[in-house]
């Protein structure tokens, strides 16, 4: 009888929950027979899942917009209990609570001695770089589960120091491990400041997570561009301007009636590589928001690029789209001095300033991205809830850990 459950991509637009081993302190066979390193893992926690949610990312996936194999198990947004620890785990016990980063990193190699904790040498033989439940990413079981493994942990877990705090803020805690840290990172790196105004592409999760994040670094005004007018609302629930991108209008005009010129300081593309033109049922034009974000974006801007770009789309519109190659005006970026920030964020970077605000009650992520609980059963409809344009975070209480309302 199996001691685990997990969600797994069963095809283009389908998931099930199926039953799995309970986790052993183990490495991935990829990743031991790849990088030559040991299988026995005593630096390794086992987590009995408080909170896992789905992200934008898996939906990729599950879109069939990624060269996934059906079976792959999906879910890198964890937070959890722990429940077993290995021999070499020192600062962590049975009983605490902790985020999980969304990257894997072994804190033990160059990148992750430099902070660079996303591009991780020891945990991927295809390339720097680890997720939990994601393809091409080492080969690490998902953590939409009741259990899952979190290897080096005393360098990966985040705990959190009180139990009964954390589990009274626990839908902000839980958007700890991957979206608040990436749409902080976004801000970030575009180089958000006092006073700046802001265009956000994309209202859904990480959107919203990237335009609440400019707020707390001081933005002026931040404007979100989106089509889905639900999404919209959500954006405009906590502040910010926002343009419906489905009306065809130029974009730079939009932005020049909100702030009275046609440009902004900063852009964050919290979209990726499905992105559509403008206009109400415009096709995928995947370089759309990339090129919008160099036209609006003043001389000497940033561009923060947490949207998610991959080498390998066979669904994509065209051969070069399929290997990541998508026509980038990158003259007019180069002519503006533009920087660009892209890659997955490195969450530990981020996530123990972004934990204190919320402890101190100074930042409520949760309520920002609409964040909804649902079981594990219910994962299935949560993932066809999302990709049809939910304003929602759906966040998977496995055992019933979540409070009530």
């Known amino acids: 009888m199996a001691d685990n459950r997990v969600v797994v991509y069963k095809g283009p637009g389908k998931v099930a929950v199926e039953d799995i081993d309970y986790p052993k302190l183990e490495l991935p066979d990829d990743v031991v027979t790849g990088l030559g390193i040991k299988k026995a893992a005593p630096h390794a926690v086992v987590l009995r899942l408080v909170t896992t949610n789905i992200c934008g990312s898996d939906q990729h996936m599950v879109r069939g917009r990624t060269t996934a194999p059906v079976g792959q198990t999906l879910g890198h947004e964890i937070t959890g209990e722990v429940v077993e620890v290995g021999d070499d785990v020192l600062f962590v016990k049975p009983g605490d609570i902790c985020s999980v980063p969304f990257n894997i990193a072994c804190g033990r190699c160059r990148m992750c001695n430099e902070g660079k904790t996303g591009i991780c040498l ?211 970026g180069w002519a503006k001095s533009h920087t660009f920030a892209t890659g997955q964020c490195p969450v530990k970077r981020y996530n123990r300033q972004l934990m204190n605000l919320i402890l101190a009650d100074r930042a409520h992520i949760a309520q920002a991205v609409n964040a909804v609980t649902i079981s594990l059963d219910d994962a299935p409809r949560g993932y066809q809830e999302f990709d049809q344009g939910a304003a929602k975070k759906y966040v998977i209480d496995p055992h019933g850990m979540v409070p009530a309302a």
């Not at 120091?161 to 839908?171: E, N, S, V």
């Not at 700890?176 to 840290?181: T, V």
């Open 122 to 332: 020891n945990v991927n033989p295809a390339r720097a770089g680890a997720a939990y439940g994601y393809v091409d990413m080492g080969g690490w079981l998902g953590g939409q589960a009741e259990y899952v493994m979190v290897p080096f942990a005393d360098f990966n877990l985040l705990r959190f120091p009180d139990r009964d705090a954390a589990l009274a803020k626990i839908l902000d805690l839980t958007m700890l491990s991957d979206i608040f840290p990436t749409g902080y990172h976004g801000a970030y790196t575009a180089g958000v400041t006092t006073g700046s105004t802001v265009y956000v592409a994309g209202a859904g999760p990480v959107g919203l997570a990237a335009a609440y994040s400019a707020q707390l670094l001081g933005a002026s005004v931040v404007i979100v561009g989106d089509m889905n007018a639900d999404r919209l609302a959500q954006a405009g629930s906590f502040g910010c301007e926002t343009v419906d991108l489905s009306s065809g209008g130029d974009l730079a005009d939009m932005i020049a009636d909100i702030v009275g010129e046609p440009e902004v300081d900063a852009a964050v593309d919290a979209v990726g590589f499905e992105a559509r033109g403008h206009g109400a049922g415009a096709a995928e034009a995947p370089a759309t928001v990339l090129n919008d974000m160099m036209s609006v974006a003043r001389a000497g801007a940033g561009l923060g690029i947490p949207g998610l770009y991959v080498t390998g789309d066979p669904g994509a519109v065209d051969d070069n789209a399929k290997v990541g190659q998508i026509g980038v005006r990158l003259g007019l």
